[in-house]
């Protein structure tokens, strides 16, 4: 923030909430996914739409317009499924979330070195399970040194939102949750209103682990114009969407052709 107003999403998951059922299903979305960006020509990674929109669109408000056209893309990818709101949380809050709850239970499985794993000279979170802080929660969300980069990273961010949401059941935290939002409104952004989060913090305590879902968009690295890319498998995606919404779409080979699939 002291040198650009413009930033991208990098942790991007579509939520969807069936209040009748009690279920919960969770799409990853990497953030380096090579989609049609809406209201846009051509294609791009999926954390830029959040730019596109905030630089390009025609409201007054740059960042509502950053939102609408990042639910619009995601939207788009999910052939077609409604995306009614967004909650973003800028990652400097996730220490006072965290902390603000208590910590978050979990396992560190392996020693996390300095500088997000560029320095080995020495650890800056040892691995094991404990009590996770809150900056030793974001430390392991935004460390980079893995096999698989982002794809290996998205995966850690879902066992740590799994983790957060075991130990807000375990402590009973869940009806806190709507003070916490008004304590840090400064560092999140949403579209619900106060009352929504409330309901949602009530559903959220009356569900169980059982009834979430987790699941990543699937594909596989993939370079395009000297840039690596997270190639959607199109294929996937098409059984996805009809198994999560009901929806029947077609397969976009376009992207396909141009890594010589």
């Known amino acids: ?52 929109g905030y630089r390009f669109g025609e409201g007054e408000d ?37 902390d603000a709850i208590g910590g978050v239970e979990m396992e560190i499985p392996f020693d996390l070195y300095k500088r997000h794993g560029k320095d080995r000279s020495g650890v800056a979170v040892e691995k094991g399970f404990r009590n ?42 869940f009806s806190s949750l709507p003070k916490i939002y008004q304590s840090l409104t400064r560092n999140i952004k949403t579209n619900l209103e106060l009352n929504q989060i409330a309901a949602l913090a009530l559903f959220g305590k009356n569900i169980e682990r059982e009834d979430i879902n987790i699941q990543t968009m699937p594909g596989d690295f993939g370079d395009l114009n000297e840039l690596s890319y997270w190639i959607i498998d199109q294929e996937k995606r098409v059984e996805l969407i009809k198994e999560l919404y009901g929806i029947t779409i077609a397969a976009d080979r376009s992207e396909e052709r141009r890594v010589g699939k």
Do not use: C, W
């Open 62 to 98: 740059r960042e509502e317009n950053g939102f609408k056209y990042l639910m619009d893309t995601a939207s788009e990818l999910l052939g077609g499924t409604p995306i009614h709101y967004y909650v973003a949380v800028d990652m400097d809050v996730v220490v006072e979330i965290v």
């Open 1 to 52: 923030s002291k040198t650009s107003s413009l930033f991208r999403t990098d942790t991007n998951i579509v939520a969807t909430i069936n209040l009748k059922e009690q279920k919960v299903e969770m799409l990853s979305i990497p953030r380096d996914s090579f989609v049609p960006i809406a209201h846009r020509t051509g294609k791009d990674k999926f954390n830029s739409a959040f730019g596109y």
């Open 132 to 173: 996770l802080t809150g900056y030793e929660l974001l430390y392991f969300a935004r460390y980079r040194h893995l096999l698989r980069g982002d794809i290996d990273r998205v995966e850690n961010q879902q066992k740590i939102l799994m983790a957060t949401f075991n130990s807000l059941k375990k402590s009973n935290k």
